[in-house]
């Protein structure tokens, strides 16, 4: 499997607090992407990363922000989190931003939003 | 951007059987990649269709690209436990190379 950690793999907070959700990877690879996973919506891209410190929203922004300020490192912030952000966040990560390049998925982050 | 429409969204088998899943989109696809993920899992790169008509095979799976590139199916022939999981196909999203949409996905369960 690709070299791709996210943390943390579960968290449980309240509605109102930020969360920060971490992605690494030691690929080297450019392309950095967030996506979120419900149940009767598949994998639904949150923003992606084109390199350091250039991002992009995608089909479900709302609510998120992200940064990258090295190579490495992914991070997805909710500034207030809210029960609909309940859900799994998978990050992805590929070497080029061309469709004939797999991406390879890290393990996901469980959150809970009480 | 752009939508591709998976179906099933569920198919149960007994161990043996044949599955078959459909991806469809209105409209043309440049390619496409299958992907798997088992229950509890990450999803997992199959395999990527580019050319029109292509059918490709890995052991028990065949993937093939419609001829007019808008459509595309994965067939698993005589199904085994080990295939449990959710199958997506996943194409392009508008005109943009970054950025995949993944289809619904179809959960096979498969009964021993």
């Known amino acids: 499997d690709a070299g791709i950690t996210q943390s943390p793999r579960h968290k449980v907070t309240e509605t109102g607090t930020p969360v920060t959700l971490r992605c690494h990877q030691t690929e080297n690879h450019r392309y950095m992407y967030w996506y979120r996973q419900d149940p009767g919506h598949g994998l639904r891209l949150i923003h992606y990363s084109y390199g350091v410190k250039d991002t992009d929203k995608g089909e479900v922004s709302d609510g998120y922000s992200v940064s990258r300020s090295k190579t490495e490192d992914f991070l997805l912030t909710l500034e207030s989190a809210t029960s609909s952000q309940t859900s799994v966040y998978f990050c992805?990560?590929?070497?080029?931003?061309?469709?004939?390049?797999?991406?390879?998925f890290g393990d996901g982050t469980r959150l809970s939003i009480l | 951007g752009q939508q591709v429409m998976q179906i099933p969204q569920y198919q149960h088998v007994q161990e043996g059987e044949d599955f078959t899943t459909y991806c469809n989109s209105s409209?043309?696809?440049?390619?496409i990649q299958w992907y798997k993920q088992r229950p509890g899992g990450h999803p997992v790169f199959l395999i990527q269709?580019?050319?029109?008509?292509e059918v490709k095979k890995q052991k028990r799976l065949t993937f093939q690209f419609g001829e007019a590139k808008k459509n595309s199916s994965l067939h698993i022939t005589a199904t085994q436990t080990t295939d449990v999981g959710i199958y997506f196909c996943?194409?392009?999203?508008?005109?943009?190379?970054?950025?995949?949409?993944f289809g619904k996905g179809t959960l096979l369960t498969v009964n021993p």
């Open positions: 992805a990560i590929s070497e080029a931003g061309q469709l004939n390049q797999p991406q390879h």
């Open positions: 996943v194409a392009r999203s508008g005109g943009s190379n970054y950025k995949l949409t």
């Open positions: 269709l580019v050319k029109s008509g």
């Open positions: 409209t043309t696809l440049s390619n």
